[in-house]
């Protein structure tokens, strides 16, 4: 089945240096999401990117399908950055089943 | 932006006890999720729903039921709560086509058993 891994585990961070997150899949993805997890829990939906690239204000979500891979890009990181990112895949092509990585906890100090 | 509501909150429960956690979406979402998060890793899909009076088992079903009696609710149940089912439990929303997959979440819900 299908599997996710997402590296670096973890990362700390200088306030304004930019991160690269990595997510990597077995098998072909047709939907593909970036969450942030507040460090109280709550988890925002970043990016739906099954595919090509997206932004929305310091982040950038890039996604190259046949090579089963996304990255997200934070820069000029800031304090309220840090939280745990994870990024979800459907269990099979077309599922509604999404897996989820084991996340990357950021860390951004002032 | 999509509202996905849960409660309780946070609930304290005893060793065999029943549990019901639930779920409220305004969003006229079909399909409608329960996740388990365990300290320090990402979430497990535990049952899920794309009608009302129906639902389906995810990843780790044993021990849970789950009621989806209209299209806004989403119910889990512990029957006989036990302790390894201590964990934050999460419940999201989704539509059918283009950016209606994309998931949104509630603000999960912190069941302790003891």
């Known amino acids: 089945g299908q599997q996710v891994q997402q590296s670096p585990a973890s990362l700390v961070l200088q306030e304004g240096e930019n991160a690269e997150l990595q997510c990597n899949f077995s098998?072909?993805?047709?939907?593909l999401q970036w969450f942030y997890q507040h460090p109280g829990g709550r988890l925002v939906s970043l990016f739906y990117?099954?595919?090509g690239t997206k932004h929305t204000g310091r982040l950038t979500s890039t996604t190259v399908t046949n090579e089963r891979r996304s990255s997200l890009h934070i820069s000029s990181s800031q304090t309220t950055d840090s939280g745990t990112y994870f990024c979800?895949?459907?269990?099979?092509?077309?599922?509604?089943?999404?897996?989820f990585g084991s996340g990357t906890q950021l860390t951004v100090m002032p | 932006e999509a509202a996905v509501t849960q409660s309780p909150r946070s609930k304290v429960a005893v060793t065999g006890g029943k549990v019901t956690l639930s779920c409220h979406q305004t969003?006229?979402?079909?399909?409608m999720y329960w996740y388990r998060q365990d300290t320090g890793h990402g979430l497990r899909l535990i049952h899920y729903?794309?009608?009302?009076?129906?639902?389906e088992k995810g990843d780790i079903p044993d021990g849970y039921k789950a009621s989806r009696p209209s299209q806004e609710n989403f119910s889990l149940i512990l029957e006989l709560a036990s302790l390894s089912q201590t964990a934050v439990y999460f419940c999201?929303?989704?539509?059918?086509?283009?950016?209606?997959?994309?998931?949104?979440f509630g603000p999960g819900t912190r069941l302790t058993v003891l």
């Open positions: 999201a929303s989704s539509g059918l086509g283009g950016l209606s997959y994309e998931q949104y």
């Open positions: 098998s072909t993805a047709t939907r």
């Open positions: 990117n099954p595919s």
């Open positions: 979800a895949i459907d269990r099979s092509s077309g599922s509604w089943q999404l897996i």
């Open positions: 969003n006229n979402h079909d399909y």
């Open positions: 729903s794309y009608v009302a009076d129906s639902t």
